[in-house]
């Protein structure tokens, strides 16, 4: 029973070092993205390029 007990208490705290580990390389690499300019968010150029397209048509044309 003692045995059990050291044993679930080991692995309770080998889980518990994983996760703090996990968090902390997570928050490091957002932490690098976010520093990161070639690594802005990118935004879809597709509705860029509808937008574009629709104002282009509508426009009145001059010639």
């Known amino acids: 029973m003692f045995e059990h007990e050291i044993v679930t208490a080991v692995r309770s ?3 518990i ?3 703090a580990a996990y968090r902390t ?3 490091a690499r957002e932490a690098h993205r976010a ?3 070639n690594h802005e968010p ?3 150029v597709r509705a860029f ?4 397209t629709r104002s ?6 001059t010639a």
């Open 42 to 44: 990118r935004r879809p």
């Open 25 to 27: 390389a997570r928050a």
């Open 17 to 19: 070092r994983e996760a």
């Open 49 to 52: 390029r509808s937008r574009f």
């Open 13 to 15: 705290a080998d889980l």
């Open 35 to 37: 520093s990161s300019p």
């Open 56 to 61: 282009a048509c509508s426009a009145p044309r």
